[in-house]
């Protein structure tokens, strides 16, 4: 009886270690999932308020933010060390610094202007048993609205969606759904 007790005892160990290493992210890995996420859900062409994505708008993703919220302790990372491919540029949340939801600043948003600021992070500890993760899709812009009788406001509008991803064999992600989402 003891034999197969240890024996089951060091298979969960084994097994441990073998889920441990696969849960492990490296930079190019959350690159690639930056990728994923922003081809499926923020495709050039999508439009935010009055303006598309890649016309007038362009994409600035917090690398070292989203890699933190996926590897805790991490060294900070860029855009480059990601290895994003989609034609992204440098962000983070000091660009947020001058706007609010009220446009009342005298410039408000100056600092973003129109472009996108995109963060992720995981909504659940570690991929599920079919390999599924759910992570949260962050993205802040500027909209600009009429105030009767005023100039145009640029207000602060921030979006947070549930996005599920899988990886497929060949290491790479695919976006498979998205859930609940919450728009301000």
Do not use: H, N
Request: charged share 20%; proline share 7%.
């Amino acid at each position: 009886m003891r034999p197969i007790l240890l024996f089951l005892v060091a298979l969960l160990i084994v097994a441990t270690a073998e889920l441990g290493a696969q849960a492990a992210l490296e930079p190019r890995d959350v690159g690639a999932l930056v990728d994923a996420v922003l081809d499926s859900l923020l495709p050039p062409g999508k439009r935010l308020s009055q303006s598309a994505i890649g016309e007038q708008r362009r994409i600035r993703v917090d690398a070292a933010a989203t890699y933190a919220a996926f590897v805790p302790g991490s060294a900070p990372q860029t855009v480059a060390s990601l290895g994003i491919t989609r034609d992204v540029l440098p962000g983070t949340a000091a660009l947020l610094a001058d706007c609010d939801f009220f446009g009342r600043k005298p410039k408000p948003c100056a600092l973003l202007g129109d472009d996108v600021l995109v963060t992720m992070r995981p909504a659940t500890e570690r991929a599920s048993v079919d390999g599924q993760m759910v992570i949260w899709l962050d993205v802040s812009w500027v909209t600009e609205i009429a105030v009767a009788g005023g100039p145009l406001r640029r207000i602060l509008s921030w979006s947070s969606e549930e996005t599920f991803i899988v990886r497929s064999p060949d290491g790479g992600w695919r976006v498979v759904g998205t859930g609940a989402y919450l728009t301000v």
